[in-house]
């Protein structure tokens, strides 16, 4: 399968461009610095904005599916997700590309906390209306446009990130976190995401993952 990646060179971004190698898939990388990522069969490396949709659409022509490892790397409002996600969801549209699986944010909505137990339910939300406002308003704008669109979507939600070795088992559930759910390593993320290239549960629809 052709698929794009949008966040190429971030964390998930790079396991996924990996982990889709690995399957056979072929890779277009969406990337501001195309020598940012190492030359590998089956990958092609696209130089582009990120906000114009000119280059967000001609990346996205000819793909069977997107992902999309985007997201804030800052506290301060940076709204990457909010200008982003509507050039890609406009650019899928026009080219009739169906599939994009995303990675979102395990505190961006309530409850997904209901799981977890009270203090941590309440500390959270503290994070959330403070220093973690802007991330979390981002994630919540992501999940409005995608749902808005008449896309096939997966919003994978995980906890916190780590960079720690895969483990390969990880708990999934439709409504909220997990209990006792705090991290996750970035590349049971990435398994996850790609497995949704042929898995239908969670079309339309957002997932909560944690080890």
């Given amino acids: 399968m052709k698929v794009i990646v949008f966040g190429a060179t971030g964390g998930i971004g790079r ?3 990996a ?10 990388a969406f990337v501001r610095n195309g020598q940012s990522l190492e030359p590998r ?7 582009g904005d990120l906000f114009d949709p000119q280059s967000v659409g ?3 022509d000819g793909h069977r599916a997107v ?3 985007l997201g804030s790397r800052t506290l301060k409002a940076d709204p990457i997700l909010s200008r982003a996600i509507p050039l890609i969801i406009n650019g899928m549209h026009f080219h009739r590309v169906d599939r994009i699986i995303t990675v979102g944010a395990a505190g961006a909505l309530y409850p997904a906390g209901k799981y977890q137990p009270p203090l941590a339910t309440v500390l959270f939300a503290i994070a959330r209306a403070t220093f973690l406002r802007h991330p979390m308003a981002d994630q919540r704008a992501q999940e409005r446009f995608l749902a808005a669109s008449d896309l096939d979507y997966t919003i994978v939600r995980p906890p916190r990130l ?7 088992t990880y708990r999934v559930l439709p409504d909220a976190l997990p209990s006792s759910s705090r991290r996750i390593p970035r590349a049971d993320v990435a398994d996850f995401m790609l497995q949704q290239l ?3 549960r969670f079309h339309r629809r957002g997932v909560y993952l944690a080890s």
């Fill in 58 to 60: 001609d990346a996205i």
């Fill in 41 to 47: 069969d089956g990958l092609y490396v696209v130089e």
């Fill in 198 to 200: 042929t898995d239908p």
């Fill in 162 to 168: 780590t960079n720690d070795p895969p483990t390969g």
């Fill in 19 to 28: 982990g889709a190698l690995e399957h056979g898939h072929t890779v277009t």
């Fill in 15 to 17: 396991l996924l461009v």
């Fill in 67 to 69: 992902f999309s490892a």
